[in-house]
């Protein structure tokens, strides 16, 4: 399959920002923005807003923009439900109209000391009620700078998705966020952003075989901005961006959308 008929996607991460009236707002400029501009089957977009505005969010898009514009989680707990103060379910998250979840993120990972055996829990649970995860996977500097970094993804990717089958496996997205690129303004050079996708291509040729690793629609995330996403977004590699700060504006995020569906 070539890059042309692969799933493409910008999604935004919202992180822990915006209030509900923010939330409503730039889920309206977005949905907007679709309803009158066309974008080819197979370019969409995606929106991750705080778990207290997913409802929200999810209940203001348009049927007709059903397509188009899908909601997802920043993250999901390992079971259905009970006692399990705080967490929210897979099912839940189901439930209220989502179809995505962020998983792996490197937040989690840093902050929440999220393993590999946990995310690798929380893929297979996403699974099982159709949630479609959105796995993150990227290096901290400091094995950047050893240069292991297609080593050190090629574990994060062993250890929570290489149990899979290969049916389940063909329903995830992956997104390669190099940690010392969120945030910071440092984004990953076009040839740094290649570089590890098709390293990661190959990985799941080996792992998957070729229609597999062909087909995975594998998104950059880090600092992508509109300044910088025609040169990302038109590696060969390269099927859209996982955004944070950039999301959080109607404008830059439908440019967002608007470069990927010319170059990408
Ligand atoms: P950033 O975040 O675009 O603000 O660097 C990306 C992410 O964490 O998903």
């Known amino acids: 399959m070539s890059k042309k008929s692969r799933l493409k996607i910008v999604a935004g991460n919202w992180k822990m920002n915006l209030h509900s009236n923010e939330a409503l707002e730039l889920v309206t400029g977005i949905s907007n923005y679709l309803e009158n501009n ?16 997913l409802f929200l969010v999810a209940n203001s898009i348009s049927e007709e923009l059903d397509n188009k514009l899908s909601v997802g989680a920043q993250n999901c707990y390992t079971k259905a439900s009970g006692a399990y103060t705080g967490e929210i379910s897979p099912e839940m998250i189901q439930d209220i109209g989502c179809l995505y979840v962020l998983i792996g993120h490197s937040e989690r990972r840093k902050y929440f000391g999220e393993s590999h055996e946990f995310l690798a829990q929380k893929v297979n649970k996403a699974l099982e009620v159709d949630l479609i995860p959105i796995f993150c996977c990227g290096e901290p500097l400091e094995i950047r700078e050893a240069g292991t970094h297609v080593d050190y993804v ?8 290489f149990h899979l089958d290969v049916d389940n496996f063909n329903r995830i997205i992956l997104a390669y966020e190099p940690v010392w690129a969120i945030g910071t303004g440092k984004t990953a050079s076009p040839e740094q952003a290649q570089e590890m996708h098709a390293a990661i291509r190959e990985m799941l040729a080996t792992q998957y075989g070729k229609e597999t690793a062909d087909s995975v629609t594998i998104l950059y995330g880090g600092s992508c901005k509109p300044a910088n996403a025609e040169e990302l977004f038109s590696q060969p590699d390269v099927d859209g961006g996982l955004i944070g700060g950039a999301s959080l504006k109607a404008d830059s995020f439908t440019k967002l959308i608007e470069i990927l569906n010319e170059v990408g």
């Open 38 to 53: 066309d974008l080819p089957d197979n370019c969409q977009a995606i929106v991750c807003p705080p778990s207290p505005y």
């Open 154 to 161: 090629s574990t994060q990717l062993k250890e929570s998705l």
